[in-house]
């Protein structure tokens, strides 16, 4: 039962999530906020909203090996699975894309995240760390986004995801209402079920957090992902994995940190966080050397992916 419980919070956030990024995108677009403030932070933090709600539950809930297990078991997910499970069914040509500047963000997120680890606990003053590091990426996206379209580099303004100009306010209003709801009951549902089956199996917080949780909270980027390697869009699909990884180490913790702070296990040190390093690197044939995603590297990467979860779960 605790499967089907974990099973059902973990589709509820996923709904609920979707549903408040639908929601906050229309309103945020109806208040005449601008298309590029509100792709680059309400659907940028509205689709990473599953995994903060799991993280402010864990903290609460004083399980925070869910947290950050699952913020590195996504990141680590997101590269090796997420990029090597699609690449099997069709090649990425990230030969075609140029992500060196946010590659090179996220590979500094990481490390500082890493740095602030050896700390031992992350509190608010780390929180506040990985909150500025977001703001300044953000401000640096912005700029150049700003100036990209000064220079007519940019002839259409893109539509944030879920954007509707035709949706009428009471719509905008039950989405976020449902967001609102969805998000907190789905997480406390998919939290004390993962609670019960890491003491079912004999395993800590963190195995649950570095594996279940992450795998299930990585699906919608795995979906994207796979979509975007059927239709040719590389771009797409490297791009939605460097952001949400970076997301998901300064947004996700950084937050959370500010209900109460997240002790690191020392597993953590040893072994997770230089794997979750290491899948990062392995980027860079990819981003800086034109290297297309073939199928023999998506074979690769996933079988990494397969052996990680079982080390996790081994050692």
């Not at 539509?159 to 719509?171: C, L, N």
């Not at 975007?228 to 970076?246: H, K």
Request: aromatic content about 8%; overall charge negative.
């Amino acid at each position: 039962m605790e499967w089907l419980f974990a099973g059902l919070g973990l589709i509820i956030l996923l709904l609920a999530g979707d549903s408040l990024v639908r929601g906050a995108v229309n309103l945020a677009l109806r208040l005449g906020i601008p298309a590029l403030i509100v792709s680059l932070t309400i659907v940028a933090f509205g689709t990473s909203a599953p995994e903060l709600l799991i993280s402010i539950q864990a903290v609460l809930k004083n399980v925070p090996g869910i947290a950050i297990g699952n913020v590195v078991g996504s990141n680590t997910a997101n590269i090796l699975l997420v990029l090597g499970f699609p690449a099997i069914l069709a090649v990425l040509h990230t030969s075609h894309c140029d992500s060196r500047a946010t590659y090179i963000q996220m590979i500094v997120a990481t490390l500082i995240f890493i740095g602030l680890a050896f700390r031992g606990v992350f509190d608010a003053i780390a929180g506040a760390v990985l909150l500025a590091v977001l703001a300044y990426i953000l401000f640096v996206a912005f700029r150049a986004a700003q100036a990209h379209r000064r220079a007519g580099i940019e002839s259409d303004e893109e539509e944030p995801e879920g954007a509707d100009p035709d949706m009428p306010w009471w719509k905008i209003f039950i989405f976020l209402g449902l967001g609102l709801v969805g998000l907190p009951l789905g997480a406390d549902l998919l939290i004390d079920s993962a609670e019960v089956i890491a003491r079912e199996f004999g395993v800590s917080e963190a195995v649950i957090g570095l594996t279940l949780v992450a795998l299930g909270t990585s699906l919608p980027e795995l979906a994207t992902t796979t979509m975007a390697a059927l239709r040719r869009q590389a771009d797409v699909a490297i791009g939605n994995v460097i952001g949400s990884n970076m997301f998901n180490l300064l947004a996700i913790i950084g937050i959370a940190t500010m209900v109460g702070p997240l002790p690191v296990d020392p597993e953590f040190l040893r072994f997770d966080l230089w794997v979750m390093l290491g899948a990062s690197l392995l980027l860079i044939p990819f981003v800086f050397f034109k290297q297309d995603i073939n199928r023999p590297i998506g074979v690769v990467l996933t079988l990494l992916y397969l052996l990680y979860v079982v080390a996790v779960f081994t050692f």
